[in-house]
């Protein structure tokens, strides 16, 4: 299981930002899937975890009505919008997965993943 993360950088204060991530070789069919964020010293946050089928709710208050996740048709590709960007939200995001026969949507903390990106950057910038 491989999961391929794109589209961080440096916005200014209110901007967007897209992030990607792709499955490689493989459908979100049969996983639960993962949104967290890491600031250097911390434990990964949640953001949120749904699945292809129902993209659930969002579990950090702070970037609820901000952010949303989609996914492709071809169920391989997660997209994750942010907008309204604020220098608290710079930090590193990542995806992750897990097979539903281990997990569910409700385990939304990251000691229940176990295939993850490598993460990319946000930055936000005053």
């Known amino acids: 299981v491989q999961l391929v993360e794109s589209g961080g950088g440096l916005v200014q204060i209110g901007g967007s930002l897209r992030l990607s991530c792709t499955a490689s070789?493989?459908?979100?069919?049969?996983?639960?899937i993962a949104w967290f964020r890491q600031a250097p010293g911390q434990d990964k946050e949640s953001i949120s975890c749904f699945t292809s089928s129902d993209l659930g709710q969002f579990y950090l208050p702070s970037v609820r009505n901000r952010f949303a996740v989609s996914v492709d048709s071809a169920k391989t590709t997660l997209y994750r919008q942010m907008n309204d960007l604020q220098p608290e939200d710079t930090t590193i995001y990542y995806c992750?997965?897990?097979?539903?026969?281990?997990?569910?949507?409700?385990?939304?903390?990251?000691?229940?993943?176990?295939?993850w990106g490598r993460g990319t950057q946000v930055t936000v910038s005053s």
């Open positions: 992750a997965v897990r097979s539903n026969r281990y997990t569910q949507v409700t385990e939304c903390t990251y000691p229940n993943y176990d295939s």
């Open positions: 070789g493989f459908s979100f069919d049969g996983y639960i």
